[in-house]
């Protein structure tokens, strides 16, 4: 197979490959490995069933952006906490971008680009305020209280799946559980999953551990496609966002890359790889030169952007002892039944009254007391909780954010 051309620093397609997908087109090829919408398996198969108007995947894309907690996500940190600069990326820009990636390539190897939605769509609902700092802290405290482990993408099932139940497609919910863009890989083979069983199952063993995070693969090619757009979406974007984030000078030198510097060389050239060296297949994978950079891309994040204290304003100490007094207050207010605490007005109550609007006849305040609470921190905007700190321990919140007009 000829190999991409690189011109300008953004790479083409082969001229082979570009004719086999022109001729597939023409002829009205259909990817054999493509999801189907009747192979869309629901917990309650009475209900949502596909129509022409509203195929199955649709529905998923369409219940996601309308759950409860879909518009928290402009308020989350994706890497950047206390700035105020509208040009940093927030949660819910990622998870267009990662949509919009995915439907792309998705598109040119044939795939089902409603299910790569809904996958994206829903991918990072159960983000924690603060970005991976803030899942690090909840982590900590759910597994001192509770033995369990919080992950954001296993939080992000539970949410759709669990706190609300949307009667999603296993597909959707099998591509949200095994997105994880932290975990890299050349290759991607879905494995397939057999039902509900098997997929409660696996959550599971994620929430102990049993299963490490990073071999968890989705059982289609759409969510396969998701995790990958994941890491395209963000090694690239952080970077720029870097560059906006602090002066100009303090702006850490990037090496030159196979794939390029620039957040849109790193999206168009990766893109370009995967198409390359997947189409007509029954897996994804990059060639080996691609995917080395985008380890050393990963690698360079880690050690310019994420551990650096120019950049990365969020204190850890000082973030944990936040969430550390507000899951103590949140956790004693609840075992104490005190109806007029924020727990109970601001989480509690709204769940319940959208569960019984929606005929769920769970009784959420039964649930496990440390769920609960780490139900409602994870789903606070990052304001929501500084601001719920500040009222409920006056003087003890030092956050000081990076203002508009620096002197």
């Given at each position: 197979?000829?190999?991409?051309?690189?011109?300008?620093?953004?790479?083409?397609?082969?001229?082979?490959?570009?004719?086999?997908?022109?001729?597939?087109?023409?002829?009205?090829?259909s990817?054999?490995?493509?999801?189907?919408?009747?192979q869309?398996?629901?917990?309650?198969p009475?209900?949502?069933?596909?129509?022409?108007?509203?195929?199955?995947?649709?529905r998923?894309?369409e219940?996601?952006?309308?759950?409860?907690?879909?518009?928290?996500?402009?308020?989350?940190?994706?890497?950047?906490?206390?700035?105020?600069n509208?040009?940093?990326?927030?949660?819910?820009?990622?998870?267009?971008?990662?949509?919009?990636?995915?439907?792309?390539?998705?598109?040119v190897?044939g795939?089902?680009t409603d299910?790569?939605?809904?996958?994206?769509?829903?991918?990072?609902?159960?983000h924690?305020?603060?970005?991976?700092?803030?899942?690090?802290?909840?982590?900590?405290?759910?597994?001192?209280?509770?033995?369990?482990y919080?992950?954001?993408?296993?939080?992000?099932?539970?949410?759709?799946?669990?706190?609300?139940?949307?009667?999603?497609?296993?597909?959707?919910?099998?591509?949200?559980?095994?997105?994880?863009?932290?975990?890299?890989?050349?290759e991607?083979?879905?494995?397939?999953?057999?039902?509900?069983?098997?997929?409660?199952a696996?959550?599971?063993?994620?929430?102990?551990?049993?299963?490490?995070?990073?071999?968890?693969?989705?059982?289609?090619?759409?969510?396969?496609?998701?995790?990958?757009?994941?890491?395209?979406?963000?090694?690239g974007?952080?970077?720029?966002?870097?560059?906006?984030?602090?002066?100009?000078?303090?702006?850490?030198?990037?090496p030159?890359?196979?794939?390029?510097?620039?957040?849109?060389?790193?999206?168009?050239?990766?893109?370009?790889?995967?198409?390359?060296?997947?189409?007509?297949?029954?897996?994804?994978?990059?060639?080996?030169?691609?995917?080395?950079?985008?380890?050393?891309i990963?690698?360079?994040?880690?050690q310019?952007?994420?551990?650096?204290?120019?950049?990365?304003?969020?204190?850890?100490?000082?973030?944990?002892?936040?969430?550390?007094?507000?899951?103590?207050?949140?956790?004693s207010?609840?075992?104490?039944?005190?109806?007029?605490?924020?727990?109970?007005?601001?989480h509690?109550?709204?769940?319940?009254t959208?569960?019984?609007?929606?005929?769920?006849?769970?009784p959420?305040?039964?649930?496990?007391?440390?769920q609960i609470v780490?139900?409602?921190?994870?789903?606070?905007?990052?304001?929501?909780f500084?601001?719920?700190?500040?009222h409920?321990f006056?003087?003890?919140?030092?956050?000081?954010?990076?203002?508009?007009?620096?002197?």
């Amino acid at each position: 197979m000829a190999s991409s051309i690189y011109t300008k620093n953004y790479a083409n397609l082969s001229e082979d490959t570009q004719q086999r997908i022109a001729r597939d087109q023409q002829a009205g090829w259909s990817n054999p490995w493509r999801a189907t919408e009747a192979q869309a398996v629901r917990r309650d198969p009475a209900h949502d069933k596909t129509s022409l108007s509203r195929p199955a995947f649709v529905r998923d894309a369409e219940k996601i952006l309308h759950s409860p907690y879909y518009n928290r996500l402009a308020d989350k940190t994706q890497v950047f906490s206390l700035y105020k600069n509208d040009d940093l990326t927030r949660r819910a820009l990622h998870v267009q971008m990662v949509s919009r990636n995915a439907r792309t390539v998705g598109a040119v190897l044939g795939l089902n680009t409603d299910l790569i939605e809904a996958i994206a769509l829903g991918h990072d609902i159960g983000h924690t305020p603060f970005g991976h700092a803030g899942e690090r802290c909840l982590d900590a405290l759910f597994h001192r209280h509770a033995g369990l482990y919080f992950d954001h993408n296993v939080h992000s099932v539970r949410v759709l799946d669990g706190i609300f139940r949307h009667n999603l497609s296993l597909q959707t919910l099998s591509g949200i559980l095994c997105h994880n863009g932290e975990f890299e890989q050349q290759e991607y083979r879905p494995q397939p999953l057999e039902d509900f069983a098997a997929f409660d199952a696996l959550v599971g063993d994620c929430y102990s551990h049993t299963l490490p995070l990073e071999d968890l693969v989705s059982s289609t090619l759409e969510g396969c496609i998701v995790r990958v757009s994941d890491m395209v979406a963000y090694v690239g974007k952080d970077r720029q966002d870097a560059e906006r984030a602090v002066d100009r000078d303090s702006v850490p030198q990037y090496p030159r890359s196979e794939i390029g510097t620039k957040n849109a060389e790193i999206i168009n050239n990766l893109n370009v790889d995967l198409i390359e060296n997947s189409y007509g297949k029954d897996h994804l994978l990059f060639s080996r030169k691609a995917f080395g950079a985008l380890r050393d891309i990963k690698k360079e994040n880690y050690q310019l952007i994420y551990g650096n204290e120019q950049v990365n304003q969020t204190s850890a100490e000082l973030l944990g002892g936040m969430f550390g007094r507000l899951y103590e207050q949140l956790r004693s207010d609840l075992l104490a039944g005190d109806e007029s605490a924020y727990i109970y007005r601001h989480h509690v109550n709204f769940v319940d009254t959208w569960r019984r609007r929606y005929k769920d006849p769970r009784p959420y305040r039964e649930e496990p007391a440390d769920q609960i609470v780490v139900d409602y921190l994870a789903s606070m905007t990052d304001d929501y909780f500084v601001d719920l700190h500040t009222h409920l321990f006056p003087g003890e919140t030092a956050i000081a954010y990076v203002p508009y007009f620096k002197r």
